[in-house]
T-cell receptor, first 113, second 112 residues
Framework: DTAVSQTPKYLVTQMGNDKSIKCEQNLGHDTMYWYKQDSKKFLKIMFSYNNKELIINETVPNRFSPKSPDKAHLNLHINSLELGDSAVYFC????????????FGPGTRLTVL | EDQVTQSPEALRLQEGESSSLNCSYT??????LFWYRQDPGKGPEFLFT???AGEEKEKERLKATLTKKESFLHITAPKPEDSATYLC?????????????FGRGTSLIVHP
């Protein structure tokens, strides 16, 4: 069974559009994350939620809005997409914010044309 | 600001040729240093956490060590299936938050 799943796996869209990426974990974890990995493989945390509450909000443009409807789901909505948003977005989860081991999803490759 | 530098950027080895990957870090107060493995087109997979200088962890052909300034991931007699990008990350103790800072990774290719 898949532990952390993301949809879609690939997303190709035009500049200016709005898109969403969905994430679900079936591990029973309390904490979920969104990361962005650029073309040079640099992985940077964007947001983290613990029990549906936002606990980490790094310097991310406010065009990016996460939403956690429940502990098992964390979605990412992006408004007015820009070329620089092209990257691979990873969702991850862990038992708690202090947990050292994070479980990552397979990633969503976003291409903005 | 926390920083993590990994070297080399890329490493090619012959099967059975042991080597080490380096992760140098500067952090205000180290809570933990993590190693992850990432295969092409997949998410990172957790390998180890090290907490204090002198600590070592092993898993199959991999052994991670930690000093006050750097960590090494030693690969003994690697096999082609060890080919992947290895990511290092640190987590600081300051501010009560648990924000991981990742390095850019070392891309390892092991030739048969």
């Amino acid at each position: 069974d898949t532990a952390v799943s993301q949809t879609p796996k690939y997303l190709v869209t035009q500049m200016g559009n709005d898109k969403s990426i969905k994430c679900e974990q079936n591990l029973g974890h309390d904490t979920m994350y969104w990361y962005k990995q650029d073309s040079k493989k640099f992985l940077k945390i964007m947001f983290s939620y613990n029990n549906k509450e936002l606990i980490i909000n790094e310097t991310v443009p406010n065009r990016f809005s996460p939403k956690s409807p429940d502990k098992a789901h964390l979605n990412l909505h992006i408004n007015s997409l820009e070329l620089g948003d092209s990257a691979v977005y990873f969702c991850a989860s862990s038992q708690s914010p202090e947990s050292n081991e994070q479980f990552f999803g397979p990633g969503t490759r976003l291409t903005v044309l | 600001e926390d920083q993590v530098t990994q070297s080399p950027e890329a490493l090619r080895l012959q099967e059975g040729e042991s080597s080490s990957l380096n992760c140098s870090y500067t952090v205000s107060g180290l809570r933990g240093l993590f190693w992850y493995r990432q295969d092409p087109g997949k998410g990172p997979e957790f390998l180890f956490t090290l907490y204090s200088a002198g600590e070592e962890k092993e898993k199959e052909r991999l052994k991670a060590t930690l000093t006050k300034k750097e960590s090494f991931l030693h690969i003994t007699a690697p096999k082609p299936e060890d080919s992947a990008t290895y990511l290092c990350a640190v987590q600081a103790t300051s501010g009560g938050s648990y924000i991981p800072t990742f390095g850019r990774g070392t891309s390892l290719i092991v030739h048969p």
